[in-house]
């Protein structure tokens, strides 16, 4: 298993595949897999700054597709959790706070280690899927452009080689 990892690793990481990888990685890393996109998205735009444009679009989606991804796998979890519990679930502080905002709730999908497991809430409540999926998408695209512009052009000396 971790030489085809390895191969399928080596193979993403050439240039040719430059976006696709970044896709790749932007929606492994909106599951809740704890791995990071925005080096991915910095490092192929550091090595062709034409494609911050394309990057941050194909990033932005394919994270948001792994969000879409794990509000579905909330919604199928509540859903094997209401069958196998016959008692009303325990309301928490957190549930409460994303009933009450409901969808633009998931704008804040993009911070890092409540974001994924907001997604998966939102799909837990059964909050409508498509407002949720808008919001994730707003909220990861602009954390993307922040970050790529902040290390492109904000701090250019500290990355270079």
Known sequence: MEIWIESLLAA?????????????????????????????VFGLVKLDPALFWPAVGVATAGNTIGGAITWWMGFGAEKAYEQMHDGPVAEHRALRLLRRFGPPACLLSWLPVVGDPLCAVAGWLRLPFWPCVFWMAVGKFGRYLVMTAALLWVFPGQFTP
């Open 12 to 40: 993403l990481a050439l240039p040719k595949f430059g976006l696709s990888t970044v896709f790749v990685v932007s929606l492994i890393s909106a599951t809740l897999l704890p791995l990071g996109s925005e080096p991915a």
